[in-house]
């Protein structure tokens, strides 16, 4: 009689083990995207996995910055957004890695008066001849690149865009893999300050970029052309 008296007490923590096991599986695939920065806002994305990354990053953040954990990509980042200016996002950066060791994307979206009209055309949607896949013009060779900073374009599957973006950095642009998604590496170099004056330049004429740790960047072609 005792083992029986006994049984529903047990099924009901195993059913609350259960239960809470869900919750926290739920919980973890309640995690949002990421909003896209305003136009003209410059926004920081710390790469943080896990729940002591984010708390530590937390912790080192002042409470005016406002953080939001969601996706971007495939990875799961704290979203801190604001800036005005590339500057300050560029200080906070250096901060986070200096001080809980977390690398950061910072990423923009250009302003509206940026944008030139052939570009505003561009991005409308409309009905377009078919494109000659990017072509390389080395063996085909994928291979991680080495620390650094990455300034990537996203070109929204437009291959026409490559000639607009090797104009506005004055040289050849690559294509590169990062996130499981594809991006034109408008510059790959250890100079900070390089990497943010593409990032800038870019912006100002009107396109999509972003500056990441190149070390998580796959290099599929050295140089593209049409």
């Keep these: 009689m005792h083992r029986f008296q006994i049984?529903?007490?047990?099924?009901?923590?195993?059913?609350?083990?259960l239960i809470g096991g869900m919750s926290s599986v739920f919980a973890q695939q309640a995690i949002p995207v990421c909003q896209p920065p305003t136009s003209g806002e410059y926004l920081l994305l710390v790469v943080s996995p896990t729940a002591n990354n984010q708390k530590q990053l937390r912790s080192a953040l002042p409470p005016e910055l406002k953080t939001i954990t969601c996706k971007y990509l495939n990875e799961t980042v704290t979203r801190i957004g604001g800036f005005k200016k590339i500057d300050d996002a560029n200080r906070w950066a250096r901060y986070v890695s200096n001080i809980v060791g977390l690398s950061a994307i910072i990423t923009t979206r250009p302003t509206t008066a940026d944008v030139q009209p052939q570009q505003r055309a561009q991005q409308q949607p409309q009905q377009q001849p078919q494109q000659q896949p990017l072509q390389q013009t080395v063996n085909y060779n994928p291979q991680a690149l080495g620390e650094g900073y990455a300034v990537l374009v996203d070109y929204y599957n437009r291959p026409e865009l490559v000639s607009s973006v090797q104009q506005a950095v004055g040289g050849n642009v690559g294509f590169v893999s990062y996130g499981q998604r594809p991006y034109l590496l408008a510059v790959y170099t250890t100079n900070q300050s390089?990497?943010?004056?593409t990032l800038q330049k870019l912006n100002n004429g009107g396109f999509v970029a972003s500056i990441v740790d190149s070390r998580k960047v796959i290099l599929l072609r050295s140089t593209v052309r049409l």
């Design 194 to 197: 390089e990497a943010y004056n």
């Design 7 to 17: 049984l529903p007490s047990v099924l009901g923590l195993a059913i609350a083990g």
